[in-house]
Structure formats: C-alpha cells, structure tokens
Nanobody, 123 residues
C-alpha cells in the first residue's frame, strides 16, 4: 500500500484540524493503520492506531480525549480528528500501516509510511 497524507496546516491553540490519509493498494483493508508524529531532534512518537474494521483504537496518553482516529473502507482513507490543539502538538504527522503488530507504539514495526504533513499550533 501507498499512503498519502493531507490536511495539515496552522491553527491556534484550542482549534481543530483533521488529517486524512489516502491508501492505495488492494491490501488496505487488511492493514493496521495509525499516526506517528515527529519534532526536530526527537524520535517518532506514537499518536494513534486503529485495527481492521475500525476496531480497537489506541491513543497516546498525550492525545487521549482530544484526538480521534477513524477509517472509511469505501474511500480507503484513515482520518485523525484533532481537537483542542495545543502548541506541543506541533510536529510532522506521518500516516503508517502494518500487516501485523505486537506493539502499536513501536515505529520500526510499521511496514508503510506516508511522506508526512506539517501541523503547527500557535498559542
């Protein structure tokens, strides 16, 4: 599968943004999807993941209650709805996919990565 993100941009603290990730490839429906983010000088950080048929969403503690991950099988797309944004959410956000995972927070376990989209939140 190939992954292409969109929807990044700039926002004020407290505002909302929605990221989209369009997947191509016949095996999209069998892939675990998720989002990571990265800031300069830091490792990629797990944000959220969602399993087949939209089950078992997982979130990092830092975004729990503010971000929502979802997927649309008809559109081959996964979304990250980001509400109540904070300046510390500023990062490049990557859409990811994996055929199998034991630890959804383990970045090297993901098979597919998008090119990334910048999110900037100002106070």
């Amino acid at each position: 599968a190939q992954l292409v993100e969109s929807g990044g941009g700039s926002a004020q603290a407290g505002a909302s943004l929605r990221l989209s990730c369009a997947a191509s490839g016949d095996n999209f429906k069998n892939i675990i999807m998720g989002w990571f983010r990265q800031t300069p000088g830091n490792e990629r950080e797990f944000v959220a993941s969602i399993w087949w048929r939209g089950s078992s969403p997982s979130y990092a503690d830092s975004v729990k209650g503010r971000f929502t991950i979802s997927r649309d099988y008809d559109k081959n797309t996964v979304y990250l709805q980001m509400d109540s944004l904070k300046p510390e959410d500023t990062a490049i956000y990557y859409c990811v996919g994996a055929h199998y995972l034991q630890d959804v927070t383990h970045a090297p376990s993901y098979d597919y990565w998008g090119q990334g989209t910048q999110v900037t939140v100002s106070s």
